[in-house]
């Protein structure tokens, strides 16, 4: 039995377009993945405002880089990890360039190190918002510099997971937001996104 860590935010929880509601086990990417073995086990890790350096003044508990260390050690051992985390980073109350997310990204991956050599990590970088995501009947905590700014994170990530040795995703690449809510997936990107990482971890021999 193989063990993966799913460590992100709420496209990880499974958060339904434009509601507060979840997607249920069968649905999210998460339990989609699991499905694919019958060898695999899936440790779900996903919190909805979860970045990866920043503290929510308003939700506390939401940075990633602190979280790690009590989570690796409650799942401990593991064969390999997925982090997508940066969508939330983007906002505009932490004004942070895609440079300054991609440092945060790297305070994770210090401590996912700890657990687990960088031929195990899968480091993705998020989808892609959308044009108006920031508009207020969709989520006016982001603004137009943000839409840039997520995008620019696959080079970003992409450049950090070559330096590192990890292996590297971009979600952007096989799912688009839901035109819902411009931010999240839908039942169908969870499932094109479950059999995009599958494919990648069996290229890292992870499953």
């Known amino acids: 039995m193989k063990s993966i860590l799913a460590f992100g935010d709420s496209n990880t929880w499974g958060l ?22 019958s ?16 503290e929510d003044d308003l939700r506390p508990g939401r940075r990633g880089a602190s979280a790690l260390p009590m989570i690796l050690e409650s799942h401990h051992p593991l064969d390999a990890a997925v982090v997508m985390l940066g969508t939330n980073d983007c906002k505009r109350v932490y004004s942070a360039s895609e440079d300054t ?7 994770c991956l210090d ?15 998020p989808i892609w918002l959308g044009e108006e995501v920031w508009k207020p009947d969709k ?10 700014t997520c995008r620019r994170l696959k080079e970003v990530y992409g450049r950090i997971a070559k330096e590192r040795g990890t292996a590297f995703l971009a979600a952007s690449d096989y799912v688009l937001a839901s035109e819902a809510d411009e931010e999240h997936m839908d039942a169908e990107g969870h499932r094109i996104f479950a059999a995009a990482v599958y494919e990648k971890l069996r290229e890292m021999n992870a499953v």
């Open 16 to 37: 339904i377009p434009g509601s507060k509601e979840r997607y249920p086990w069968t649905v999210r990417w998460t339990g989609a993945l699991e499905r694919r073995s």
């Open 39 to 54: 060898s695999l086990r899936v440790m779900e890790e996903g919190l909805c405002g979860r970045t990866t350096a920043f």
């Open 101 to 107: 997310i991609g440092k945060g990204m790297e305070l």
């Open 111 to 125: 401590e996912l190190e700890k657990y687990l050599p960088p031929r195990s990590i899968l480091l993705v970088s």
């Open 139 to 148: 989520d006016p905590e982001f603004g137009a510099r943000s839409v840039l």
